[in-house]
């Protein structure tokens, strides 16, 4: 337990500054005169500092850590994740000047596990995916460090009422707009965590929007939120995969164009979208 009140005043100092510094991710507006009458935007969430989709997350689990204690000056920082989260985790842990370890498995791109060596992190190998919650919570034990647990602790952690979480940033941002209540979210759904939050502060908000996450037919989310789905009409269903489809591709393309997007995830998005720039 740290109790440096010192230390920790300044560390919450150094993680809050560092999101002043850092604008909101974007949110564009696309020009698509295919789709007419309907507006959609695209909530660009790779423009944070380290181009994670789980920035967010990592900032709120370093600060939930630090206040309760549980990482000091000398405190090794250990994550069970080869993805977003442990290079977000581990460009804060170098700001805090702490070392990070993530636990992953061997068969780890060897790019995410670059990634994280780039913010100052190192890569602990096991040899299945099923051992990176045990090692990390053996090493955090052997280097009296703190296993980070973001499946355990994300909800806890993130405030999903607002405080910047994306869903706050999204309809703050949708203010000044036509319509500035939006009539759909679409996403897909990783582990969950961020649709949550969304669905959560939609319902908190007492808003009128509906939450579409779209994932593959008998996922681990499809089939957990089967007696949601079975209650929309099969008709509204389908014309709702058609538009979320031709909008996916359209947004796309529009960024793919877009000047203010970034070199490297132009470089993603062309696989996807079968268009160059010309």
């Given at each position: 337990?740290?109790?440096?009140?010192?230390?920790?005043?300044?560390?919450?100092?150094?993680?809050?500054?560092?999101?002043?510094?850092?604008?909101?991710?974007?949110?564009?507006?696309?020009?698509?005169?295919?789709?007419?009458?309907?507006?959609?935007?695209?909530?660009?969430?790779?423009?944070?500092?380290?181009?994670?989709?789980?920035?967010?997350?990592?900032?709120?689990?370093?600060?939930?850590?630090?206040?309760?204690?549980?990482?000091?000056?000398?405190?090794?920082?250990?994550?069970?994740?080869?993805?977003?989260?442990?290079?977000?985790?581990?460009?804060?842990?170098?700001?805090?000047?702490?070392?990070?370890?993530?636990?992953?498995?061997?068969?780890?791109?060897?790019?995410?596990?670059?990634?994280?060596?780039?913010?100052?992190?190192?890569?602990?190998?096991?040899?299945?995916?099923?051992?990176?919650?045990?090692?990390?919570?053996?090493?955090?034990?052997?280097?009296?460090?703190?296993?980070?647990?973001?499946?355990?602790?994300?909800?806890?952690?993130?405030?999903?009422r607002g405080n910047?979480?994306?869903?706050?940033?999204?309809?703050?941002?949708?203010?000044?707009?036509?319509?500035?209540?939006?009539?759909?979210?679409?996403?897909?759904?990783?582990?969950?965590?961020?649709?949550?939050?969304?669905?959560?502060?939609?319902?908190?908000?007492?808003?009128?929007?509906?939450?579409?996450?779209?994932?593959?037919?008998?996922?681990?989310?499809?089939?957990?939120?089967?007696?949601?789905?079975?209650?929309l009409p099969v008709?509204?269903?389908?014309?709702?995969?058609?538009?979320?489809?031709?909008?996916?591709?359209?947004?796309?393309?529009?960024?793919?164009?877009?000047?203010?997007?970034?070199?490297?995830?132009?470089?993603?998005?062309?696989?996807?979208?079968?268009?160059?720039?010309?």
């Amino acid at each position: 337990m740290c109790t440096d009140h010192q230390w920790i005043n300044n560390a919450v100092r150094k993680i809050e500054a560092d999101f002043q510094r850092s604008a909101d991710t974007h949110l564009i507006k696309l020009d698509l005169p295919s789709i007419e009458g309907i507006d959609v935007y695209l909530k660009d969430e790779s423009t944070h500092p380290t181009g994670s989709l789980k920035h967010r997350l990592a900032r709120s689990l370093f600060l939930y850590a630090i206040c309760n204690g549980w990482i000091g000056p000398e405190t090794t920082v250990i994550e069970s994740s080869s993805g977003s989260t442990a290079v977000s985790e581990a460009y804060f842990a170098r700001l805090l000047g702490l070392p990070f370890i993530a636990v992953m498995p061997k068969c780890t791109a060897r790019k995410k596990i670059e990634q994280i060596e780039f913010y100052g992190g190192k890569a602990h190998l096991v040899d299945r995916s099923d051992q990176i919650y045990a090692e990390s919570r053996r090493l955090a034990e052997e280097l009296n460090g703190h296993y980070m647990d973001q499946f355990t602790y994300a909800e806890r952690a993130t405030d999903w009422r607002g405080n910047n979480n994306i869903a706050n940033s999204i309809f703050s941002q949708m203010e000044l707009e036509d319509h500035p209540i939006p009539s759909w979210v679409v996403m897909s759904p990783g582990t969950g965590g961020t649709s949550a939050t969304i669905g959560r502060f939609i319902r908190y908000q007492k808003h009128d929007t509906k939450l579409c996450v779209v994932d593959p037919e008998n996922s681990v989310s499809m089939t957990t939120s089967r007696q949601v789905t079975r209650k929309l009409p099969v008709i509204v269903a389908a014309k709702l995969k058609v538009l979320v489809a031709l909008a996916l591709n359209q947004a796309l393309f529009q960024a793919w164009l877009m000047r203010c997007v970034p070199f490297q995830i132009r470089q993603v998005l062309q696989p996807f979208i079968g268009w160059k720039k010309r």
